[in-house]
């Protein structure tokens, strides 16, 4: 009489083993057809971040209320961007923004709108000028259902920046007076003189946060996301330490003690860039919201 097993003898628990087996080959068809595998969603959120957008050209060369700008880093070359996955520990739910030199076109995570604080004194076509309240809000391709606004608040125990622990700079749904930034121009000899001149597109400005005095900075600090290496952005007035023919200006008539002495460093530098080509903005009048829901009422 022979053995009772043989080589092809099944031991165990070869039967749920191979329900098992089919149970995880049918899931993951299923996940297929519906697109919820992790790659697939991976892709789609790319998809949705990274779609070209249009942005706004300046026919005079200067700066407006309403424009469609891409934010410019001096020190990275890299543009301001924000993240929607990347969730940020702040007062509301908020979200991270970096400079990225990967994706120099014009996308929905990278372009943002000048808007109006006060959208009667300051109506949507009018001229930006050198300190003028305004906030930079998120393209309607990025978030259609709720709008995100550049952010900073003050350093805490609890809230700062993820890596140089500086002063954080997020984008929050929320249109605080946190959410309120002026521009200055980027010589500290003709800053003062130069508030209320409009501001040329495509120039190198500062940024300053209205709240804390803080200037938009990012430097080649990196900071790992979903779409590669980028750059930490953060809130820091970051000063070179050196003053220049301070008393024979002040003697001369040419500096007062309302002017900057000192310049600020590269990381403080940036540009609102505009298309340099009509074409271009094509397609704008498409992807913009109207005036009136684009500036919504502060909240406090």
Not at 55 to 78: C, E, K, P
Not at 200 to 222: G, W
Request: charged content about 20%; overall charge negative.
């Amino acid at each position: 009489m022979f053995g009772a097993y043989n080589p092809r003898c099944r031991v165990g628990n070869w039967s749920e083993d191979l329900e098992a087996e089919e149970a995880k080959i049918r899931e993951f068809l299923d996940k297929k057809a519906k697109g919820q595998l992790a790659i697939a969603s991976f892709q789609a959120k790319m998809d949705h971040a990274l779609q070209q957008v249009s942005i706004s050209f300046a026919n005079d060369g200067q700066l407006r209320f309403g424009d469609h700008v891409l934010v410019y880093s001096s020190q990275t070359t890299g543009l301001l961007s924000t993240d929607l996955s990347d969730n940020i520990v702040s007062d509301v739910t908020s979200y991270a923004s970096t400079t990225s030199t990967l994706f120099k076109s014009p996308t929905a995570r990278n372009a943002f709108i000048i808007e109006p604080v006060d959208g009667s004194a300051n109506p949507v076509g009018s001229h930006l000028h050198f300190g003028d309240k305004f906030r930079l809000r998120s393209n309607p391709k990025l978030s259609p259902d709720q709008p995100l606004y550049l952010h900073s608040q003050a350093v805490s125990p609890l809230v700062s920046s993820k890596v140089s622990r500086n002063q954080l700079v997020c984008f929050s749904p929320k249109p605080t007076s946190a959410t309120i930034w002026s521009l200055g121009h980027a010589d500290p000899g003709q800053r003062f003189e130069t508030v209320g001149d409009s501001v040329p597109a495509n120039a190198e400005v500062v940024i300053t946060h209205a709240m804390t005095r803080q200037n938009l900075s990012s430097d080649k600090i990196a900071y790992d996301n979903d779409y590669g290496t980028e750059f930490e952005v953060c809130a820091k007035t970051a000063l070179s330490t050196s003053k220049t023919h301070v008393m024979n200006q002040e003697f001369r008539g040419q500096t007062t003690g309302d002017s900057s002495f000192r310049a600020q460093k590269p990381a403080n530098n940036w540009a609102l860039l505009t298309a340099q080509d009509p074409s271009q903005a094509q397609g704008l009048q498409q992807e913009q919201t109207s005036p009136e829901a684009g500036a919504p009422q502060e909240q406090q």
